[in-house]
């Protein structure tokens, strides 16, 4: 099992930054993908970034590349999301999630199998 706790969210103006962070626990010895996602009110969960933290790769969203940047410190087990010029359409609550042996950075929601419990994002006009 691996436990993953969200924290960071909060209310913030649009143009503003927020920077969320993931700390894995556990099981975590064959983890080597972290990624977050997303999901508004009557939406679908949806991929925003992920992270393969032993070789450093990334992929994002095409609706936040450029604003948004994944990173991690793997000595602490945590990644985190800084999110820079946000837009009322970030609103949602953010999830990160992992897969136990996952190499790859599937963007696809069904690839994870362990998730945190969400942290709300709100972003103000």
């Known amino acids: 099992q691996v436990q993953l706790v969200e924290s960071g969210g909060g209310l913030v103006q649009a143009g503003g930054s927020l920077r969320l962070s993931c700390a894995a626990s556990g099981r975590t010895f064959n983890v080597y993908v972290m990624a977050w996602f997303r999901q508004a009110p009557g939406k679908e969960r949806e991929f925003v970034a992920a992270?393969?933290?032993?070789?450093?790769?990334?992929r994002y969203a095409d609706s936040v590349k450029g604003r948004f940047t994944i990173s991690s410190d793997n000595a602490k087990n945590t990644v985190y999301l800084q999110m820079n010029s946000l837009k009322r359409e970030d609103t949602a609550i953010y999830y990160c999630?992992?897969?136990?042996?996952?190499?790859?950075?599937?963007?696809?929601?069904?690839?994870?199998?362990?998730w945190g419990q969400g942290t709300q994002v709100t972003v103000s006009s």
């Open positions: 992270i393969n933290w032993s070789e450093g790769s990334t």
């Open positions: 999630a992992t897969g136990p042996g996952i190499t790859s950075l599937p963007v696809a929601a069904s690839a994870y199998d362990y």
